[in-house]
């Protein structure tokens, strides 16, 4: 039985569209189109397919400002991340365009005969995505897939369904064969689940909470699905004394308040080398009572809301007694509005050091030498990303080799490029996506000896 979601604006509370819910039934009868579809999928020629994608990324780059203001009423993204995000779509599909032309195997010397490789499709892939970066997160997935000749059933998060449908739409606009790329809105324990167990879903790759990539991990197991993992994160923002300090408080704001730190990657520990933090904090305060918080429909806008009242009332209740040191504003009246907060706690274990808050609330500590910064900054079960600032390379490079996470910036808090991998260490994740080599996570490489 199919039930609905109200999908609602977080910046006004208002109901913006009613959208259908897919039962398990519902499910896998998209998983068998998309099983249907796979044969002639594979065989449409490398350059058909290259093709297919550049106009699916054509069609993206046409509705880059339709999906923009989209995503401003579907989760109260700021209007400049949501051109960033749509224009990521885009992005992404044009350079995994040239996937199908580059995906050749090796031939290989051995005695007796020939042997070569094929790095040959999964089969379908089911795509589960959170509601923190609809868009992107979803295109990381489907792009590499279809290109390695993949067909693909992707999940939204149930409260930001709507951009993920218009993907669907621009697919089909596009030309992209019936079944080859399905967006079906659901509920996690129902489509996502069926992803999980059904047996015609080779490959799931989940974006969301470590808590549920586990199970998830668990339920593979049965089949020995194929699996990728992109989970939580808890990222230092490490600052030493020799770094350029105007310029680390400036952008320390962007790199934990940007989406109202529900990022995976917000850096929302910032540790400051001890002779320099009352200079730091000095100049970290006015940059983050400068935060723009508010419509994000308006250009100026820096910071939106949260994404519901329920996710408010958690980051809340993680904030809990903490004593704040400053904050921001935010607006009043309707919407899930939560202030920039900068907290310092007192104690190690304090749980705005140790926990994901995935709001705009920062903690900041001393560190005194590069080996206490590296151990505090590996004081975590995540290892996802993190940023260094400092003058000296030697200390960036060696600092870098030692925090355990898989994307580092140094002087930058910049994560994110299509065109290099992302993934986390420890609990962050599994896998890698984007970069040169995310095809590999979407093909299976089989060996063909032929005797002569
Ligand atoms: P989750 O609650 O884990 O949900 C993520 C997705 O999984 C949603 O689509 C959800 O469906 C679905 N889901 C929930 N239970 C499921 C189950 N039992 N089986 C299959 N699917 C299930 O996470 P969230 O709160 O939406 O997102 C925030 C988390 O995502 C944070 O921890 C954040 O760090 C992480 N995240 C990581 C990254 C990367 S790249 N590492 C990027 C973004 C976010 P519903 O719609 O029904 O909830």
Redesign the pocket.
Known sequence: MSTTIEVINPATEEVVRTVALASANETDAAIARAQAALPAWRAVAPADRARLLRRFAAAVDADVENLARLEVANSGHTIGNARWEAGNVRDLLDYYSAGPERLTGKQIPVAGGVNITFAEPLGVVGV??????PMP?AAWAFAPALAAGNTVVL?????TPLTALRLAELAGEAGLPDGVFQVIAG???VV??RF?THPAVRKVV???????GK??MAGCADQVKRLTL????KNANIVFADADLERAAAAAPYGVFDNAGQD?CARSRILVQAEVYDRFMELFEPAVRGVVVGDPAAESTEMGPLISAAHRERVTGLLGDSPVAFRGHAPDGPGFWFPPTVVTPASRSDVLLTD?V?GPVVAVVRFHDEAEAVAMANDTEYG?SGSIWTRDVGRALRVSRGVEAGNLSVNSHSSVRYSTP?G?FKQ??LGRELGPDALDAFTETKNVFIGT
């Open positions: 589960i995505v959170p509601w923190n970066f997160i999940k939204p998060a149930e409260l509920k996690g324990s996502g689940q999980v989940f974006t969301g909470s470590t808590e549920v199970q998830i992109e989970l939580g994160g995976c994901e995935f996802l992302f986390g962050s994740g």
